[in-house]
């Protein structure tokens, strides 16, 4: 059998064993133990030789408006089944269509899940008496609104203690270009002297999505998740990438900087399939300033990522064909090629992924302006949702309202709240985005060709 045959059979395995638990639920301390994952799993095994078909992008994103919902903000609504009604309200209230719900973040898991930390799940069983996803979704949907589980997936966070993690090992984590693993990251902070120079843009453990094995885990973990809940109405991917350093650095051509990636058994995995010696110029005895095969490296890092996309939609969709998947991506198009091995415009053009959502988190609404004009002349601009950094603006919603304007100007018809706790937190901003200026998002744009500065 191929590995393109096994992965669509233990995806329906899977699916398999979540209708008989999603049957008859238990409280998780009547819950048979969860299995060992990493003696089982084998879903998203593909070989390289097997061409994956993303589907065809069948839902655009005009007139979406999204809302981010944290699993661990002030409002932790999982956590506490009587908001649930209040976030449907206030949702409607704000013109949402669609809920990001945050339910899988540094390995943990707020669903009923057997390959991830089902310890928040578990708790909030607890304290509800039921599932709250389950309710959540059932309460959504009579409201005409969708849900996608957010899932941050290759953030572990600062979780040293994941269960991929245990069951992987040391080599699941990335390793920068001086061969030190994040792991042994001082606080999670790049190590002195290079401290002088560089900084995590959000310090944290990051997976490797080329080291054996985490494609696979990964596939199989969130597989499970949409198995378990067919009434989800999408997927959404968060930290899809590689970790952001500052300053940034432009790939690993130059020589300079810090980038990620560089563990052993990447390099042999990078070496065997490509043929190519790189990327140090001797294996033997790494100097992270003589690099060689750099073009064919950074590509090749790129491209793990990508099909780690590609392996995710398959699986889920295989599952749930009608699902949505999504992605909060980088908002600077070139940083996220260049530095962090996110190829998003790639994967909407291929049909990947149905929507990205480019987090354009800024107070400077020029630069707003200049960086949504650019998505608005892209031939796929109707499934680009402009991700709004409401939060920045709890003392001046004028200004929340304002980038909203700058949004629909440039064209783009679809938008995305981050976050409606912060919504939540504060009345002001709450009355304001309510009564926003009268713009359907369904009326036709503008020219989207950008006008000069």
């Not at 990493?38 to 005009?62: F, K, N, Q, Y």
């Not at 999504?326 to 996220?336: N, Q, T």
């Amino acid at each position: 059998m191929r590995h393109s045959q096994v992965l669509v059979a233990s995806v329906l395995a899977i699916a398999f064993l979540a209708c008989s638990r999603t049957s008859d639920r238990l409280p998780p301390a009547e819950l048979p133990p969860a299995p060992s994952p990493a003696a089982e799993i084998t879903t998203g095994a593909v070989d390289e030789d097997v061409t994956l078909s993303p589907a065809e992008p069948r839902v655009s994103a005009v007139g979406v408006r999204g809302l981010w919902v944290l699993a661990e903000g002030s409002q932790r609504v999982l956590e506490n089944a009587d908001r649930i009604e209040r976030l449907i309200a206030d949702a409607k209230r704000l013109g949402a269509t669609d809920l990001f719900v945050q339910v899988y973040r540094g390995g943990r898991a707020w669903y009923d899940a057997t390959l991830a930390d089902r310890g928040p799940y578990e708790a909030l069983y607890f304290a509800n008496g039921r599932d709250t996803l389950e309710l959540l979704i059932e309460q959504a949907h009579g409201s005409g609104l969708r849900v996608h589980a957010w899932v941050n997936v290759l953030s572990l966070s600062q979780n040293e203690n994941a269960p991929i993690l245990r069951d992987l090992g040391r080599d699941a984590v990335l390793v920068d270009r001086r061969g030190r693993s994040l792991l042994d990251y001082p606080d999670f902070e790049v190590p002195a002297p290079d401290r002088g120079w560089y900084r995590m843009g959000t310090p944290g453990l990051y997976l490797d999505p080329a080291a054996p094995g985490v494609a696979d885990r990964l596939v199989a973990v969130f597989s499970e998740l949409i198995a378990r809940y067919p009434g989800l109405d999408g997927l959404h991917l968060d930290y899809i990438r590689h970790p952001d350093v500052l300053p940034f650095v432009p790939g690993s051509r130059f020589g300079v900087g810090l980038d990620f990636g560089y563990g052993e058994p990447t390099q042999r995995r990078f070496r065997g399939e490509t043929g190519r010696r790189g990327p140090f110029q001797d294996p033997t005895a790494p100097d992270p300033a003589r690099l060689v095969d750099t073009t064919a490296w950074d590509d090749w890092r790129r491209q793990k990522v990508t099909d780690l996309v590609t392996q995710i939609g398959v699986a889920t969709r295989t599952l749930q064909p009608d699902l949505l998947l999504s992605a909060a991506v980088i908002a600077y198009v070139d940083r996220a090629y260049l530095s962090l091995s996110q190829d998003w415009l790639g994967w909407l053009e291929d049909s990947r992924i149905d929507w990205a959502v480019p987090m354009a988190y800024t107070l400077d609404d020029r630069l707003l302006r200049y960086q949504l004009g650019g998505y608005a002349g892209h031939p796929d601009r109707d499934r680009v949702v402009a991700g709004l950094g409401t939060w920045l603006f709890a003392t001046d919603p004028d200004g929340a309202l304002r980038q909203i304007e700058i949004a629909r100007a440039a064209g783009l018809r679809a938008d995305a709240l981050f976050s409606y706790d912060s919504i939540a937190d504060s009345a002001e901003l709450m009355t304001a985005l309510q009564v926003a200026p009268e713009v359907p998002l369904q009326t036709a744009p503008p020219d989207p060709t950008p006008a000069p500065p």
